[in-house]
C-alpha cells in the first residue's frame, strides 16, 4: 500500500462504498449503537444510582454503622464506640416509635432526637448539607419552615407530609412500649418538614410493630423532648476510610465491614458492660427505695406500736371507770332495795296499825255491846229467875213426896225379893221371880213327882209362896203404878224444871263470862289502844327515814347515769379506736407487705436483667438505603442479560451485511486480487468498514443512553426514593463504556471476519466469475404434497427464499424477536405491576379497611366498633381476626428476617370470603382449617418452602427485633398474594404454635367510597378508646398506582428501544433482499407483475419472517418479562406472574406495524427498479 | 393496418446534463404471425424498441400500436396489464427464479395472465417434459432458455419479444433455441419478434428491420425464411 493515504485509490474506494452502501453502514451503526447503548447505559445505571445515593449519603453523612442495643447505650459505651480505631464521628441519639395522631391520621411514626443546634448551624444545597458540626451525622435537610426552637417543637419527613397531608400538630398518643421516662413531651407542634438521608425509601420508611407494621412518618424533635436521663437508643457512626467508595459497592463493604469486625468484637464487652450498668443504676435507684421502705416501715410499725399502747390504756381507764361505776350501781340498788323494803314495811306497819286503829274500834264498839248485853242478860236472868222459882218449888215438893213413895215400894219389893230369894235365885225383881217360878215349881213338880224328899213340901211351900206372891204383886203393882205415874209426871216436868233450871243456871253463868268478858275485853282494849299509838308514833319517825333515802338514792341515780353515759362514750371511743387501728394495722401491713414485695421483684428483675443484645448495623439494614442498593443490584442483573441479546443481533446484522458487501464486491476483491493486494489488505477493507461503522454507533450509543438510561431508569424509581438525581450531563463510567465499545466492536469485527473468510479464500480467477447462483432447495413443506400443490408458485417462492439464506433468516427472527420480546417484556411488566393492584384488591382482598384494636381489647369493645360499624351503614361485612406483626424466617431459624403479618381468623368460613386462598396457577383452592398454616407465595419463595415445610415465626419485640427462639410452624399450603407478606393460621393452629389463645383484635371491613364519609367514620374510630389504627388499603393501592405510572416512562424507552431494533433489522433485510433480487424483480415487473404483485413477492418473505419472528419473540417475551419481573421485583411485593393476553396482541401489532413502516418505506426503492436490469448480464 | 405499428417513436434519456436521442424517429410495421428480426448493432436503439415495445418503457414521442391498442398512449398500470397479457418476454440470461421449479417457473407467469395455455404442454412443447421439476440451476443453459421459453408462451402473448436469446448460449444449443422460437411461430402462429445483433438470424426471420442510429434504416420481408437449423454464423 503507497504511503500516501489521501491519495490511496484503495482508500478512496474504500470512502466511496461506505458513502454508496450508507444504508448499509447506517445499518450496523445504529444496531450497534443500541447494542452498545443499552449495554452500556444499564450498566451505568446501576453505577450511577449506586453514585447519586453516595453524592446523598456522603453529603448528608449517612452514618456508615449503628449501634443499637436491647437496653439502650450509655455515654460509656458511645465514648468506647467513639474510641474504636476506624471511627471518625459518633452521634448518639434517642428514638421511639409511637402511634400519633397526625391531622386526621393516626399513624405509627418514630420519634427521633437530633442536634437542633448542629442542624441550625447548617446549610445546604438541597443534596449535600454542610455543617462544621463533624459529629453532626444523618444530617436533615430542611424543605419547609424551620427548625425547631422549643422542646415542642419538630420538624418531619417532607414526602410523607405531603403524602399524609400536612398537619401542624403530631400528638404522641402512645408507644411500642412505655413512654414514661422516655419521652418528656408529647404534643409536638410542626415546625417544618425535612429530607432525612436516613429515609430514602418514601414509600415505607421502615417496619414497625405498630399499626399495620410500616412505619408512617418521621418525627424529628430536640434532644429536649426526651428524658435527660433515658438513655441512648442507637449511636450512629461514620466510618472515614469508607467516604471515598461508593456505597454498596465491595470496596465500601471492605472498609466498613473492617470497622464493624472490630466493633464486633466488643460487642460482648458493651453488652456485659451496659448491663452492669443498667444492674447498678437500678440496683441503686431500688436500694435508696429499699432503705426509704424500712425507714417508713420502722415508722409505721412504731405508729402502731404507740397507738396499740394508747388504746390498752383508754381501755384500762375504762375498766376502772367502768368498775367504779359498777360498785355504784350495786350501792344505789341495795340503796333502792333498803327503800323499798322500808317503804313496804311503813305500808305494812301503816296497814297494822290502821287495822289495829279498825280492830279497837271495833272492840270498843264490842265492849259497848258487850256491856249492853250484860245488862240486858242481868235483866233478862233476874226475870226468867222470876218466872221459873213456883215452878221449882212444886216439883222440888212432888219429888220429895215421889221419893217418899219410892222409897215405900222399894222396901216392899225388897222384902217380897228377899222372901223368895230362896226359891229363885238370882231373880232380883218380882216380875223375874214371877217368870222364874213357874220353871221352879216345874222343876219342883217334876222333882216332887221324881218323888225327890223334900220336893213335895217346897213345891207346896213353894205353890203357897207362888199364891202368896200372886196376892202381893197386885198391891204392889199398884204401888207401883202409883210411883210410876208420879214419876212419869216428874219425869215429864223435870226436863222442864231442869231446862228452866240450867237456863237459869246457864244465863247467870253467861252473865258472868260475859261479865268478866266484857271486863278483859275492856282491858284488852285499853292495852291495845296504847300499842296503837306506839306505833304511830313509829310509823311517823319511819316514814320520815325513808324520805330522806329517798332523795338520798335519787341524787345517786342521776349521779351514775352520768358515769354511765361518760363511761358508755368511752368505750364506744375505745372500740372506734381499736377497730380503725386494727384496719389500719392491716392495711399498713398489707401496704408494707405488697412494698416489700415489689422490692423483691424489682429486685429479681434486676437480677434477672441480661445482657441486652447489642448489634452493628450497617446501612445494608437501612429499609431506604438498602432497597435502593437492591433496586441498583437489580438494574445490573437486567444489565447483564439485556444487552447480550442486543450483541446478538448486532453481530448477526453485521455478518449478514457484511456478507452482502462481500457478495456484491465479489468481482471486485478478484481484482484486487488479480493486481496483487493482499488478502490482509483487502478484509482490511472490510474489517475497517465494520470497525468504523460499530465505532460510530458505538459511540453515538453510548453517549446517548449513558444519559438516557441512568436517568430515566432512577426517575422510574425516583417516585419512591427521595435521592436526588445527579445533575446532567451524568458522567460517562469508563469502566461500562470502554466494555461496551470494545464488545460491539469485537461482535461487528468477529462477524466481518466470518464473512469475507470464505470469499477471500477463492482464487482470483473465480472470484471473477459470476458466483454461481444458489441452487434451488425443496423444503420440507414440499413433502406434504397435497398443501404444497394448492399454494400458490409466488408463495412457494416466499417460503423457499425464507430457507434459503439461513444468516438473514436467523438475524430477522432474532431481531423481530428481540423487538416483540422487548415488547412483551415492557407490557408484561406493566401487567405485573397492575395486576399487584388487580388481583391483590380485586379478586384477593375483599376488604378495603382494617381496624386493629389494642391488644387487650374485650370481645365486646370488638363488637362495640363492629355495631358502630353497622350502625353507619358505610361499612360492609365485619371479619374478626388477630393480626400480629411477627417475623419468619426458614427452619434453621438463622436465615433472614421477613416482616410478616399473622392472620388468625375468628371464623374461618367467613374470613375466606373477604380473603380468597388460592394457588394462583390453576386458581385451586387453597384449604383453610382450624389446624392449617398457609404462608403467602413470595414468601415461600424467598424461604424455598412449600407445603410441608417448616418455617420459624418469631414475635418481636418492641423495638422490632428477634429475641427469641421462636415457634416452628409446619406451613400446609401456598397461596396467591402480591402486596406484603401473610401468614395465615387457623385458631387451632395458632393455639399449637403459640400455647396461646388467639385475641380476637382486629376488623376487616369494606366501606363507602366517599371519602368524606370515610374520613368521618376513620376520625370516629380514632377516637375510640380501644381502635389502635384505622388503615384504608388505598394508601397501597395508591403507592403502586405511583409506581405504575413510573414504570410507563421505562414503556416509552423499552418501545422506542423495540422499534428501533425492528427497524434496524427490517431495513437490512429489505435492504439486502432488494439489492440481491433487483434482477429477479426487474423480470418479474417485465413479466407483468403488478406493483402490489411486486411488493407481495418481495414483503410477503419478510412478512413471514417478521411473523416467525414475532412468534418467537413473544416467546422470548414470556420468558424476558418474567426474568425481569422476578429480577426487578421488590421484596415488599410479588409482582404479577402472567403477562396479559392483550399485551401479546399489542406487542404483536406493534412489531407488525413496525414491520408495515420499514417495508412502505422500502416500496419507493422496489418501484424504482428499472426493468432494464433483468436485460442486464448476470455479474 | 399492420399488427404493430411504430410511428415516428422517439425516446431522448436525460442522463445529466446531456440528452441522448436513444430513439430517433423509428418508423416500422410488423404483421400478426411474423418472426421478426430487429437487428443492428451495439447502441443503435434496439434494446430501447424492445423495452417500449415492450412496455417496460414510454416514448419521448411518436405512437406504438398493438394490434388495436395503442401502446404508446398506456400509463404505468396500463402497460403492466399490458405486459403481463400481451407480451411474452424471452430474456438473454433467461431470468429465470431460480427458487422454482422448471415448471413452476412457468406457472408463475401463466398464474398471472386470462388465458394461459398448461404449464404441462407448453413445457411438452419446448421439449422439458422431462425436466419439468428441476430448479434452474440443474438445468443447462439451452434447457434455461427453453424454460423462459416456455414461461412467455404460457402467458398465451398476443407477441413474443426475445432479447438476445441464443446470446448466452453455445452455438448449437443456440440454433436450437432459435428453432424452437421459428417452430413457435409457424407452428403456433405467434407473433415473435427477436432483437440482436447477429445478422446471421435475418436468414430466418419473416421480416427483418435493420436499425441503425435510432432508426430503422431497412425493413425487409423474407418470403422464404431458411429454417433455423441451417442457419449458421
Same mark, same amino acid.
Given at each position: ?511 258472868? +263470862? $260475859?261479865?268478866?268478858?266484857? !271486863?278483859? @275485853?275492856?282491858?284488852?282494849? #285499853?292495852?291495845?289502844? /296504847?300499842? =296503837? *299509838?306506839? &306505833? %304511830? ?10 324520805? +330522806? $333515802?329517798?332523795?338520798?338514792? !335519787?341524787? @345517786?341515780?342521776?349521779?351514775? #347515769?352520768?358515769?354511765? /353515759?361518760? =363511761? *358508755?362514750? &368511752? %368505750? ?608 | ?233
Amino acid at each position: 500500500m503507497a504511503p500516501r493515504a489521501r491519495h490511496n485509490p484503495f482508500v478512496i474506494e474504500f470512502l466511496r462504498s461506505v458513502s454508496r452502501s450508507l444504508g448499509r453502514f447506517l445499518a450496523i451503526v445504529a444496531i450497534v449503537a443500541i447494542g452498545c447503548g443499552f449495554f452500556a447505559g444499564l450498566r451505568m445505571t446501576g453505577t450511577g444510582m449506586r453514585k447519586s445515593a453516595d453524592i446523598y449519603y456522603d453529603g448528608t453523612e449517612l452514618y456508615d454503622l449503628q449501634l443499637v442495643s436491647t437496653l439502650g447505650i450509655s455515654e460509656n459505651t458511645v465514648e468506647r464506640v467513639a474510641e474504636t480505631p476506624g471511627i471518625t464521628a459518633v452521634m448518639p441519639s434517642r428514638s421511639v416509635d409511637v402511634m400519633a395522631a397526625i391531622g386526621e391520621n393516626q399513624v405509627a411514626a418514630r420519634v427521633t432526637s437530633f442536634d437542633v443546634e448542629a442542624a441550625k448551624r447548617s446549610s445546604s444545597d438541597g443534596v449535600r448539607v454542610f455543617s462544621e458540626d463533624d459529629g453532626y451525622l444523618n444530617r436533615l435537610i430542611l424543605r419547609t419552615g424551620r427548625w425547631p426552637s422549643a422542646p415542642n417543637e419538630c420538624v418531619v419527613l417532607e414526602e410523607r407530609a405531603e403524602h399524609l397531608g400536612r398537619s401542624d400538630t403530631v400528638d404522641v398518643l402512645y408507644g411500642a412500649t412505655s413512654l414514661d421516662d422516655v419521652l418528656d413531651v408529647r404534643d409536638f407542634d410542626v415546625v417544618g418538614t425535612v429530607s432525612s438521608t436516613y429515609y430514602s425509601l418514601s414509600s415505607s420508611l421502615a417496619t414497625t410493630t405498630l399499626g399495620s407494621g410500616i412505619l408512617e412518618q418521621a418525627v424529628f424533635v430536640p434532644e429536649d423532648a426526651f428524658d435527660p436521663e433515658s438513655p441512648y437508643t442507637e449511636c450512629f457512626m461514620r466510618v472515614g476510610d469508607a467516604t471515598d467508595e461508593i456505597t454498596a459497592t465491595e470496596p465500601y463493604e471492605a472498609e466498613v465491614q473492617k470497622v464493624e469486625e472490630e466493633l464486633e468484637i466488643e460487642l460482648d464487652s458493651f453488652a456485659n458492660e451496659r448491663r452492669e450498668e443498667v444492674r447498678a443504676e437500678a440496683q441503686e435507684t431500688l436500694d435508696e427505695h429499699r432503705a426509704d421502705f424500712e425507714e417508713e416501715k420502722a415508722e409505721a410499725l412504731a405508729e402502731l406500736d404507740d397507738a396499740e399502747r394508747e388504746l390498752e390504756d383508754g381501755l384500762a381507764e375504762l375498766r376502772r371507770n367502768q368498775a367504779t361505776v359498777d360498785d355504784s350501781e350495786a350501792e344505789l340498788a341495795s340503796g333502792q332495795a333498803d327503800y323499798e323494803a322500808g317503804l313496804a314495811e311503813i305500808a305494812s306497819s301503816r296497814k297494822r296499825l290502821q287495822d289495829g286503829e279498825a280492830a279497837y274500834a271495833s272492840g270498843q264498839a264490842e265492849i259497848a255491846s258487850a256491856e249492853r248485853q250484860v245488862a240486858d242478860a242481868r235483866t233478862q236472868l233476874a226475870d226468867a229467875e222470876a218466872q221459873a222459882a213456883p215452878e221449882i218449888e212444886r216439883f222440888d215438893a212432888a219429888e220429895t213426896a215421889y221419893q217418899d213413895g219410892l222409897a215405900a215400894y222399894d222396901g216392899a219389893v225388897s222384902d217380897l225379893v228377899a222372901q223368895f230369894s230362896a226359891l229363885t235365885p238370882g231373880a232380883s225383881t218380882p216380875e223375874e221371880i214371877q217368870a222364874a217360878l213357874p220353871a221352879v215349881i216345874e222343876q219342883l213338880s217334876a222333882a216332887a213327882a221324881a218323888g225327890v224328899p223334900g220336893a213335895e213340901e217346897q213345891l207346896a211351900a213353894a205353890r203357897q209362896a207362888q199364891a202368896a206372891l200372886d196376892a202381893a204383886i197386885p198391891e204392889l203393882e199398884a204401888q207401883r203404878a202409883q210411883l210410876d205415874a208420879a214419876e212419869a209426871e216428874l219425869d215429864a216436868a223435870r226436863p222442864q224444871v231442869e231446862a228452866a233450871k240450867a237456863r237459869l243456871a246457864e244465863g247467870r253463868r253467861q252473865l258472868e +263470862s $260475859a261479865e268478866a268478858e266484857l !271486863a278483859a @275485853g275492856q282491858a284488852e282494849l #285499853a292495852a291495845s289502844r /296504847r300499842q =296503837l *299509838d306506839d &306505833g %304511830w308514833a313509829q310509823l311517823g319517825s319511819a316514814e320520815a327515814e325513808l324520805a +330522806s $333515802a329517798a332523795s338520798e338514792i !335519787a341524787s @345517786g341515780r342521776a349521779q351514775l #347515769a352520768d358515769a354511765q /353515759r361518760q =363511761l *358508755d362514750e &368511752g %368505750w364506744d371511743e375505745y372500740y372506734e379506736g381499736k377497730a380503725a387501728y386494727e384496719r389500719e394495722r392491716q392495711d399498713a401491713l398489707e401496704k408494707l407487705d405488697d412494698a416489700e414485695k415489689e422490692l423483691d421483684d424489682a429486685q429479681a428483675e434486676i437480677d434477672d436483667i441480661e445482657r441486652p443484645d447489642v448489634f452493628v448495623l450497617d446501612r445494608t439494614k437501612n429499609y431506604g438505603a438498602q432497597s435502593y442498593a437492591n433496586d441498583s443490584e437489580r438494574i445490573d442483573a437486567i444489565a447483564s442479560v439485556f444487552p447480550l441479546f442486543f450483541f446478538i443481533v448486532a453481530a448477526l446484522v453485521a455478518l449478514t451485511t457484511m456478507t452482502r458487501m462481500v457478495d456484491d464486491e465479489r468481482s471486485l476483491i478478484g481484482t484486487y486480487k488479480a493486481l496483487g493486494y493482499s488478502t490482509a489488505t483487502i478484509s482490511a477493507k472490510y474489517l475497517a468498514y465494520a470497525a468504523i461503522a460499530s465505532g460510530i454507533g458505538a459511540v453515538i450509543g453510548i453517549a446517548f443512553m449513558s444519559q438516557l438510561l441512568p436517568w430515566v431508569i432512577p426517575e422510574a424509581y425516583g417516585i419512591v426514593y427521595t435521592i436526588p438525581h445527579r445533575p446532567f450531563p451524568l458522567p460517562i463510567e469508563p469502566g461500562p463504556a470502554v466494555s461496551s465499545f470494545l464488545l460491539g466492536l469485537g461482535c461487528t469485527l468477529t462477524a466481518t471476519l466470518v464473512a469475507c473468510v470464505s470469499s477471500l479464500r477463492e482464487t482470483p480467477a473465480a472470484l471473477l466469475q459470476p458466483k454461481a447462483p444458489k441452487v434451488g432447495k425443496r423444503i420440507l413443506l414440499e413433502r406434504i404434497g397435497p398443501l404444497w400443490r394448492k399454494i400458490t408458485f409466488s408463495w412457494k417462492v416466499t417460503l423457499r427464499n425464507i430457507f434459503r439464506y439461513k444468516r438473514r433468516f436467523l438475524m430477522t427472527v432474532i431481531g423481530i424477536a428481540g423487538c416483540t420480546g422487548l415488547l412483551v417484556t415492557g407490557f408484561g411488566v406493566r401487567d405485573a405491576i397492575s395486576d399487584i393492584i388487580d388481583i391483590q384488591y380485586g379478586e384477593l382482598v375483599g376488604h378495603d379497611v382494617m381496624i386493629g384494636l389494642a391488644n387487650d381489647a374485650t370481645t365486646g369493645e370488638v363488637a362495640d366498633v363492629v355495631d358502630y360499624l353497622d350502625e353507619t351503614g358505610a361499612a360492609g361485612r365485619c371479619v374478626i381476626a388477630d393480626t400480629e406483626n411477627v417475623v419468619v424466617r426458614d427452619a434453621s431459624g438463622k436465615g433472614d428476617d421477613h416482616a410478616v403479618q399473622l392472620i388468625c381468623p375468628e371464623n374461618i368460613d367467613e374470613f375466606c370470603e373477604i380473603r380468597t386462598l388460592r394457588e394462583r396457577i390453576g386458581h385451586a383452592e387453597v384449604p383453610f382449617e382450624p389446624d392449617s398454616a398457609i404462608l403467602t407465595e413470595k414468601l415461600a419463595t424467598m424461604l424455598g418452602v412449600g407445603p410441608g415445610d417448616a418455617i420459624r415465626v418469631f414475635e418481636p419485640n418492641a423495638v422490632g427485633n428477634v429475641t427469641d427462639l421462636g415457634h416452628e410452624v409446619t406451613l400446609t399450603g401456598v397461596t396467591e398474594n402480591y402486596i406484603q407478606g401473610y401468614l395465615y393460621l387457623g385458631p387451632e393452629a395458632f393455639d399449637e404454635v403459640f400455647g396461646d389463645e388467639p385475641s380476637y383484635d382486629t376488623i376487616y371491613t369494606t366501606m363507602d367510597d366517599d371519602p368524606e364519609k370515610r374520613t368521618e367514620i376513620a376520625k370516629h374510630l380514632q377516637a375510640m378508646d380501644d381502635v389502635d389504627t384505622v388503615v384504608f388499603e388505598d394508601d397501597m393501592i395508591e403507592t403502586y398506582s405511583t409506581m405504575l405510572r413510573s414504570v410507563d416512562l421505562v414503556m416509552i424507552v423499552l418501545i422506542v428501544s423495540a422499534a428501533a431494533l425492528a427497524f434496524v433489522v427490517l431495513y437490512n433485510l429489505a435492504n439486502i433482499n432488494i439489492s440481491e433480487r433487483v434482477r429477479e424483480i426487474a423480470s418479474l415487473k417485465v413479466l407483468g407483475f403488478t406493483r402490489r404483485e411486486v411488493d407481495a413477492y418481495v414483503f410477503r418473505e419478510i412478512l413471514l419472517i417478521v411473523i416467525g419472528g414475532a412468534l418467537v419473540g413473544l416467546v422470548l417475551g414470556y420468558f424476558f418479562e418474567a426474568y425481569v419481573v422476578v429480577t426487578a421485583e421488590v421484596d415488599a411485593a410479588m409482582f404479577g406472574r402472567s403477562v396479559h393476553w392483550p399485551s401479546y396482541v399489542y406487542s404483536f401489532l406493534l412489531t407488525m406495524g413496525f414491520t408495515v413502516l420499514v417495508l412502505l418505506a422500502m416500496r419507493p426503492k422496489l418501484a424504482r427498479i428499472d426493468m432494464v436490469e433483468s436485460l442486464k448480464s448476470v455479474e | 393496418m399492420a399488427f404493430i405499428e411504430f410511428r415516428d417513436v422517439r425516446k431522448i434519456y436525460t442522463m445529466g446534463d446531456v440528452e441522448v436521442n436513444a430513439v430517433n424517429g423509428m418508423d416500422f410495421d410488423i404483421e400478426e404471425g411474423e418472426l421478426c428480426v430487429i437487428v443492428g448493432p451495439s447502441g443503435a436503439g434496439k434494446t430501447t424498441v424492445l423495452n417500449m415495445l415492450g412496455g417496460m418503457d414510454q416514448v419521448s414521442a411518436g405512437t406504438i400500436k398493438l394490434g388495436d391498442r395503442m401502446v404508446s398512449a398506456m400509463d404505468e398500470r396500463e402497460l403492466t396489464l399490458y405486459r403481463r397479457h400481451d407480451i411474452g418476454f424471452v430474456f438473454q440470461f433467461y431470468n429465470l427464479v431460480a427458487n422454482l421449479t422448471a415448471l413452476e417457473n412457468v406457472e408463475l407467469a401463466s398464474q398471472i395472465c386470462d388465458d394461459p395455455l398448461p404449464a404441462e404442454e407448453v413445457m411438452e412443447k419446448v421439449g422439458l417434459a422431462h425436466r419439468m421439476d428441476n430448479f434452474p440451476a440443474q438445468l443447462s443453459g439451452g434447457e434455461q432458455q427453453r424454460v423462459a421459453i416456455a414461461r412467455a408462451l404460457a402467458k398465451n402473448p398476443k407477441l413474443m419479444l426475445c432479447d438476445e436469446p441464443t446470446g448466452a448460449l453455445d452455438y448449437k444449443t443456440g440454433k436450437q433455441i432459435l428453432k424452437l422460437l421459428q417452430e413457435t411461430c409457424q407452428t403456433m402462429g405467434r407473433t415473435v419478434a427477436i432483437v440482436t445483433h447477429n445478422l446471421a438470424f435475418t436468414q430466418i426471420a419473416d421480416r427483418v428491420i435493420h436499425v441503425h442510429e435510432g432508426r430503422a434504416k431497412s425493413v425487409e420481408t423474407n418470403g422464404h425464411p431458411a429454417d433455423a437449423l441451417t442457419v449458421e454464423w
